[in-house]
């Protein structure tokens, strides 16, 4: 099992056509994913050929669901367009979008994040990873040689971490692992992920791993109180952070108490979440509590 992506995925790549989405449609689909075409209205019509394997290009992505059955899209497309390109997306009745472009204003990430919403599209990002569910299909540009498929669930606001604690333990594998991103308007959260690995029942434990600023970790943890009974250990990145300053993503904002390492561990640990106090500790902490049966 696994959540929001698997085998049956059929896979559209808005931006295809550009440099970094031909790299990673490549990596994609040597990873097994079902890429079914790309999008752009410039070049609709034509195939791209990679490594053997013709992949169709379409002007819209209306016409890329209707001539494959695609309901999931990875949006490679430059910020400026991004917005468009999800709400096309959401108005061609896409399940999850995968946005993985970065430095999207704010504005845009918080209209088509609402806008998809209401459609019922599912919003994966902005400036993230993508998932991937080992063995069976990669959305985005997540390394899927670093790990195999697992027990572990896994949702992450930063990408780098994800793939840290993916490669720490990669001899238990993975069910799936979400880069929720960490912009300060994401359209899927840590409790979206933890309420899903709940109801999965192939995923036996949870990693979450937060950062600095805003308040996700501290709602992530009041959510394991009340409804998640697996075992979830957390990883917090920032604890040497200087307070009132910005690091890194742009919502990785430290005001006062609220928003630190600190307050954020003890809020996941007052839920029961064993937090680590640096990755390879968290990946230990994970290990024990599998060794002990959860």
Avoid: W
């Avoid at 890329?64 to 059955?69: E, F, H, L, N």
């Amino acid at each position: 099992m696994a959540i929001y992506l698997t085998h049956e995925s059929k896979v559209l790549v808005q931006g295809m056509t550009g440099a970094e989405g031909m790299k990673h449609t490549r990596r994609m689909l040597a990873a097994g994913t079902d890429v079914v075409g790309g999008v752009n209205p410039r070049k609709a019509g034509r195939t791209v050929d990679f490594d053997g394997r013709a992949v169709p290009v379409f002007g819209t992505v209306a016409e890329g669901i209707a001539a494959t059955g695609a309901d999931v899209t990875v949006v490679f497309v430059p910020p400026a367009f991004a917005k468009s390109a999800v709400l096309e997306a959401a108005d061609a009745g896409i399940s999850l979008a995968v946005v993985i472009t970065e430095g999207i204003p704010v504005h845009d990430a918080v209209a088509f994040t609402s806008y998809a919403r209401h459609r019922g599209t599912r919003i994966i990002g902005p400036n993230c990873p993508g998932l991937i569910t080992p063995g069976q299909s990669d959305a985005g540009i997540i390394p899927a040689d670093i790990t195999k498929p697992g027990r572990i669930g896994l949702v992450s606001k930063s990408g780098t971490l994800t793939y840290q604690l993916m490669y720490e333990l990669r001899d238990i594998g993975f069910s799936t692992c979400v880069g929720i991103g960490g912009d300060p308007v994401v359209g899927t959260s840590h409790i979206d992920c933890l309420a899903a690995f709940q109801e999965d029942p192939d995923t036996e434990l949870v990693v979450l791993i937060g950062e600095i600023g805003g308040d996700a970790e501290e709602r992530a943890a009041a959510y394991i109180r009340g409804h998640v009974t697996k075992p979830v250990v957390g990883y917090i990145a920032g604890f040497t952070a200087p307070e009132g300053r910005t690091m890194g993503h742009a919502g990785a904002i430290v005001s006062g108490s609220a928003g630190t390492a600190r307050a954020k561990r003890e809020a996941l640990e007052a839920a029961g979440v064993r937090v680590g106090s640096t990755p390879t500790e968290t990946a230990r902490l994970v290990l024990e509590l599998l060794e002990a049966g959860g």
